[in-house]
Nanobody
Framework: QVQLVESGGGLVQAGGSLRLACAAS????????MGWFRQSPGKEREFVAA??????YYVDSVKGRFTISRDNAKNTVYLQMNSLKPEDTAVYYCAARGGIYYNNYDWLKRPVNYEYWGQGTQVTVSS
């Protein structure tokens, strides 16, 4: 069983930055595919970014603004968010998948493919 705990959300003005962190339990963290998703009221959960080894994947709307990274020594994955826009406002969730998975964007972007989820952290961007 893997537990994920997100932190770092908050209120920021448009153009500002935030860094989200997701701390994971478990001894095999380095082998997990890790993803960030977000969900706004009335909308489906949306893929934001994923990292598998050194490979990173992003939804088009955040490319060039967000950066996903991981520190395996700390069992933590990060999401650095720059140039934030009001449309980035959402609850952000960390997700993990161990065992067998596919290292490609189309597979990693699907929430159903992740086994473990954090509780979410609110990000609010004011205009």
């Amino acid at each position: 069983q893997v537990q994920l705990v997100e932190s770092g959300g908050g209120l920021v003005q448009a153009g500002g930055s935030l860094r989200l962190a997701c701390a994971a339990s478990g001894r095999t963290f380095s082998s997990y595919a890790m993803g960030w998703f977000r969900q706004s009221p009335g909308k489906e959960r949306e893929f934001v970014a994923a990292i598998v080894g050194l490979n990173t994947y992003y939804v088009d709307s955040v490319k060039g603004r967000f950066t996903i990274s991981r520190d395996n020594a700390k069992n933590t994955v990060y999401l650095q968010m720059n140039s934030l826009k009001p449309e980035d406002t959402a609850v952000y969730y960390c997700a993990a998948r161990g065992g067998i998975y596919y290292n490609n964007y189309d597979w990693l972007k699907r929430p159903v493919n992740y086994e473990y989820w954090g509780q979410g952290t609110q990000v609010t961007v004011s205009s």
